[in-house]
């Protein structure tokens, strides 16, 4: 089992910055894949970001690639996206997931991950 918790969101303005931070517990000796998913109101759950085991592979959804980074310290079991040039259609709520049965896998969709945090809130607004 693996607990996932995720801190730094919050509200900034237009063009401004985030770094969301996702920690695990539990079962962290098994290597995992992370990945970021967020849920505007009214909308569906969007893949943002993934992240490989080792930290080496990594993968960004379209709207989010050039202005997002996604990294991890293995050390203290933390993943981190930061968010760079925000608009307001990145606000949302903002989930972290692990998936402990395919480390490598790069693929940004829902169902592959059986961990999920309890997510942060991320407002772009002026």
């Known amino acids: 089992q693996l607990q996932l918790v995720e801190s730094g969101g919050g509200l900034v303005q237009p063009g401004g910055s985030l770094r969301l931070s996702c920690a695990a517990s539990g079962l962290t000796t098994k290597p995992f894949a992370v990945g970021w998913f967020r849920q505007a109101p009214g909308k569906e759950r969007e893949g943002v970001s993934v992240?490989?085991?080792?930290?080496?592979?990594?993968n960004y959804a379209n709207s989010v690639k050039g202005r997002f980074t996604i990294s991890r310290d293995n050390v203290k079991n933390t993943v981190y996206l930061q968010m760079n040039s925000l608009t307001p259609e990145d606000t949302a709520v903002y989930y972290c997931a692990a998936d402990s049965t395919n480390e490598y896998g790069m693929g940004l969709f829902s169902s592959r991950f059986q961990f999920w945090g309890q997510g942060t809130q991320v407002t772009v607004s002026s």
């Open positions: 992240i490989s085991g080792s930290g080496r592979s990594n």
